[in-house]
């Protein structure tokens, strides 16, 4: 099955939620589909097109369009293509289902995601800071209007 | 020759009972009298040698760390042995970033470790940040947290550099210039 | 990891500072006598925001931080951040530098599972062992050396080639330190199949079956260790490894005396695949010829887009997934990790086995904590 064939077989099944897909070579798909679907899609990729790797998942901070993107980099054990999935997010409330019910390893990145970008995930098992101290909570570093960085504390610095 | 001074407690009670030709003193009065004297030389040279020193690997100078230990490098010739736990250790290494979430393990292993003991920053992250310097999770300042004796530039410093830290503080215990005693 | 403690249950706080893997990192496990019962992993010791100072800085400086991501794959992860690049920007690698970084790369991989796996023999009580492979391991980082001029943070790899041709002689050195790794390495096999204490502290614990480990997400030597043969070089093959010989490690018991086993096949491998590229290596330029990108490459734009890539590590999967809006700084840049989906494996695996056993497999997976706090 080569990349046609397997977007194809994802927006006849998805009409309407999955738009804007663009497929950029023989192994590489960009798609971008809607918040409230995204744990179905996920179902699907997993069980009818064998998409049982989730290689990562992040998000992308654009305040000039008042957008938190959360992207989905989903590849496969058995057939090279990668598939990147972009759900769009409003930057004053994100709010996304979770994936791990689907995708076991998205446990960390969800983790992640939510203290760097403040992007809150329901029903999410578990969700604590991972990387930063609990007291930096809130202050989402990652955004492009984070204002701690670069930070200026060293006194050693020219 | 110095005297030997006697602690005067402050309290009358605790004062010990005054016996005919027998001067009390204390540990502590002992040691501080050691330091002015060549006793002091003596200990020095049996601490020089056994810098004994903790192996925590905290970023890239962590692998370089490692195998300043080991075969090829092999310190233990100089009685510079790496060991697992700090409460064996008299060198603390900061061999790498120290990030807000770490500096109160770091202080920890600090505080468990029996005196004398020495601080070696190395690799350009401890001393002032390396290509970290601005990150919003890095903690800066090491020097102001840490008596640190010897500074180990490079990112990272090579394994020899490691070794000559080692001998520069040696030669500082040698010199009574070090910061793990107070003389 | 639900904190309350039942009769005769404790919660025994593993690290941060532990001598167990290069960097920090938390395994607090509860305990009943002397059987784990539930464990939790901490991490963020040692997280310093790469991904936040990739983005203020140019493509070029981009190459130094990079390094730092997981210090002993410097030139992997390299070779994923100047892929992405390479992608993006459109440039084409002449032959010669390829396999440069091909040759660079394998040697990488061997340094790494020297240091990977004679650490992890100190774990199970072979602290000698430690001692022979770090021998070895200091031969080849001369051969690096000798290549990159540095032995850990290499910053080697520039867009559209490499920095530096290889020295002369590098041929020789080669064959002359690969000749005593062979028989290092046959050595090393010979040891840990014959050893009782070792096997016993290694055949059957730790084990993971394909189907968990795929559903988790592992890649690299714990995913071939239960007979998965997905490795990136095969599957989606960058630079010029589909030109090359060789094949996937995989062994089927997926335990952790397996995982060892698959280190010590694919060093074989990487040996194989390092003679192969010097007597096939093509004369030729290093960089892209009537292109302006060499050593010092110049401020460059990256047109506006976005591509992910992936290289094999030699812990698994390593992936970059660049955005680019137009100036010469990345406008995102995510780093996906080969370990780590394969520490969230611990608390799963760890589930039921004794005390003894957590270090042998939390070892074996080496894992490297820096890679995954970044």
Known sequence: MDAKTMIDSLSSQFTGTIYDVSVESDIRIIAKVKPENVKDICRYLKDKLSFGHLCCEFAVDYPNRNEIEVVYVIGSYDHPVVLTLKAILPRDNPEIESVVPVYWNANWYERETYELFGVKYLNHPDLRPLVLPREMLGEWPLRKDYKGFPNKTARNLV | ?183 | MDNTVGPSEMIVHLGPQHPMMPGPFRLNAKLRGETVVDSEVEMGYIHKGIEKILESKTYLQGITIVDRICYLAALTNEEAYVGCVEKLAGIEVPQRAQYIRVIMEELSRIQSHLLGMGEYASFVGFVSMFMYTIKEREDVMSIMDSVTGARVTHSFLRFGGVKDDLPEGLKEDVKHVFANLRKAIDSYEDMYSTDTIYKGRTVGIGVLQAEAAKDIGVSGPPLRATGVAFDIRKAEPYLVYKDLDFKVCTQTAGDVFARVQVRLDEMRESMYIIEQCLDQIPNGPLFPEGTAYGRRSPVMRVPAGEVFHRVEDPRGEMGFYMVSDGSDKPYRVKIRGPVYPTLQTLPPLLKGVNVADIVAIAGSMDTCTSEVDR
């Not at chain 2, 040691?31 to 060549?38: E, N, P, Q």
């Open chain 2, 1 to 183: 020759m110095a005297e030997v001074k006697a602690v005067t407690p402050n309290n009358k009670e605790d004062m010990p009972e005054e016996i005919p030709g027998v001067m009390t003193t204390s540990s502590s009065a002992i040691s501080d009298f050691l330091k002015k004297t060549k006793a002091q030389d003596l200990i020095n040279w049996g601490r020089k040698n056994s810098l004994w020193f903790t192996v925590n690997a905290m970023g890239c100078c962590g692998v370089e760390l490692l195998s300043t230990g080991m075969a090829h490098y092999d310190t233990d010739r100089f009685g510079i042995i790496p060991r697992n736990s700090p409460r064996h250790a008299d060198v603390l290494i900061i061999s790498g970033y120290v990030t807000k979430k770490y500096l109160p393990a770091l202080q920890r292993i600090w505080d468990q470790m029996p005196a004398p003991k020495w601080v070696i920053c190395f690799g350009d992250c401890a001393i002032s940040g390396g290509p970290f310097y601005e990150s919003y999770s890095t903690a800066q300042n090491i020097d102001e947290i840490f008596p640190v004796d010897v500074y180990v530039p490079g990112c990272p410093p090579r394994c020899e550099a490691l070794i000559q830290a080692f001998v520069e503080l040696q030669q500082k215990i040698a010199a009574k210039k070090d910061k793990g005693t107070e003389y």
